[in-house]
């Protein structure tokens, strides 16, 4: 039970700060009611739906040198949007960013990349507050 409410005040804080990250390609309607039931929906999806899918994609994972696992993210994500018709990860356009000589230029983020946007962010969040509470 403790590792459950772990796991959901994790990805519930990783949507969150993704959220916020990226403002225009992910929207909750209602708000944090949206937030806790997606961050529901993304736990019970990864503790049964994806290590199904790992086990059934690990020779094409194995094939790509693991790098597929990004499209297994980003199936578990499109199940969330179909399950929580409140939560949208939409297309949206990146203004930019410049720090000390470092540039990322302005683009427009279609809707499969800000799909793959948010599941490299939203995996890359949850590992780190996962490192942080051990």
Avoid: C, D
């Amino acid at each position: 039970m403790k590792s459950l409410l772990r796991s959901f005040l994790i990805n519930a804080g990783s949507l969150w700060v993704v959220s916020q990250i990226l403002a225009g390609g992910i929207s909750f309607t209602r708000g944090y009611e949206t937030l806790a039931l997606a961050a529901i929906v993304l736990g019970i999806i990864n503790l049964f739906i994806r290590p199904l899918l790992n086990i059934l994609l690990l020779p094409i994972n194995l094939l790509t040198l693991g790098t597929f696992r990004w499209l297994v993210n980003v199936a578990a994500l499109f199940l969330v949007t179909l399950l929580v018709p409140e939560f949208k990860i939409a297309a949206f356009y990146f203004q930019g960013f410049t720090f000390q000589g470092f540039t990322l230029p302005a683009a427009f983020i279609g809707t499969a990349w800000a799909f793959l946007l948010v599941s490299f962010l939203l995996s890359s969040t949850s590992g780190l507050l996962y490192w942080i509470i051990k």
